[in-house]
């Protein structure tokens, strides 16, 4: 499956059944295009322990009790289903607008491929199901109704999963892309935020508003890589995606964030903001701006987080809480934040690092 450059090896040699062995699909959700492309092209595969059941709602068995989060990781089982309700949502306060009015997140897909250790969703979130909310034309059209008599808007559309990721097998990206590209939807701008070492493919779409689909790419060193982003890309492919991504001409955003706070912690972001200026003055890529913030996250979720992630170093941090949120001291975070900036405003402007 083509859907992400994924390490399957631990996967293949367990207990576990391969990712989207068993589909479940709405009943309300038969019949929707989405719907009857994805499952044809499962079907499409072959594959021998493809199940696919039906259910009346998606939350009776997203949101069951005694379910475990980390263990279903290793299992993704995927859910179609119709959203109702509100399909997009105000920005939250402790996310970066980049300077951009309006500023929105929708959510159609739930839940992601990868496995950050420090990630909100399995704190946020009673199941490790991957939810797809088939009905993407009525999200269009709430986009379209923030757009009216010549409104702008802003709109993160990769907050709650990583789009990019499932691209190969759901095509969503590019199903934004083409929506963005409207004439009349000029005034839309919106990000795409991902880890993945996936290139959108946007043949055969118009690129005339490419300027207003930002693509934001989350960087960390590898140490950060191998230790808490599970099944990610490495570093390196990250960067040969950036500039493929830029070669293609759609404007880049670098995420520096959340930058994590661990023993050796200067020498390693030392030797990571030197491999990322180096790569990016060797090619010529000139970054929209960036997104810098230490980890963060609402009390909440880090008391859920340590529930599911008990022997995890990051949930095991004796952070700090203010306001409902919890995060390093006020004193670390302003030394982290101190010593990343100096170092980023070596390849991008200081007006154009964005900071939490």
Do not use: W
């Amino acid at each position: 499956m083509k859907y992400e450059q994924m390490d399957d090896k631990v996967l293949k040699s367990s207990i576990y059944n391969r990712h989207f062995s068993h589909i479940y699909v709405e009943e309300e959700a038969k019949g929707y295009p989405i719907t009857e492309e994805i499952l044809n092209k499962l079907k499409g595969e072959r594959r021998d322990d493809l199940i696919i059941l039906e259910v009346d709602s998606y939350t009776r068995l997203f949101n069951r009790r005694r379910q475990n989060f980390v263990r279903e990781k290793n299992s993704l089982s995927l859910i179609l289903a119709v959203k109702h309700g509100n399909l997009s949502y105000k920005g939250a306060p402790f996310c970066q607008d980049f300077g951009n009015e309006n500023f929105y997140y929708t959510s159609v897909l739930l839940n992601c491929l990868f496995d950050c250790e420090y990630c909100y969703l399995s704190g946020m979130y009673p199941s490790a199901y991957v939810v797809l909310f088939v009905n993407i034309e009525d999200y269009f059209n709430d986009i379209a109704d923030k757009l009216k008599d010549g409104r702008k808007a802003y709109y993160c559309i990769s907050y709650d999963t990583d789009l990019l990721a499932f691209e190969g097998l759901f095509g969503l990206s590019r199903r934004f892309f083409e929506f963005a590209s409207r004439p009349e939807n000029k005034g839309l701008k919106i990000e795409l935020r991902t880890k993945s070492a996936a290139v959108l493919d946007i043949s055969g779409l118009s690129t005339e508003n490419i300027e207003n689909f930002v693509i934001a790419i989350t960087l960390s060193p590898e140490k950060v890589i191998k230790s808490f982003e599970h099944r990610t890309p490495s570093l390196e492919a990250r960067l040969l995606a950036l500039k493929r991504l830029a070669a293609a001409g759609f404007p880049v955003r670098l995420i520096f964030d959340p930058v994590i706070k661990l023993q050796g912690f200067e020498e390693i972001y030392e030797e990571f903001f030197y491999r990322c200026e180096t790569f990016l003055k060797e090619n010529k890529i000139e970054p929209l701006d960036c997104g810098l913030g230490t980890f963060r996250i609402s009390d909440t979720y880090l008391s859920n987080l340590r529930k599911v992630r008990k022997a995890s170093e990051i949930t095991s941090y004796p952070y700090e809480s203010a306001r409902g949120f919890s995060s390093y001291s006020e004193k670390n975070n302003e030394r982290i934040l101190k010593f990343c900036r100096e170092r980023i405003e070596r390849f991008i402007p200081s007006e154009r690092i964005f900071t939490i």
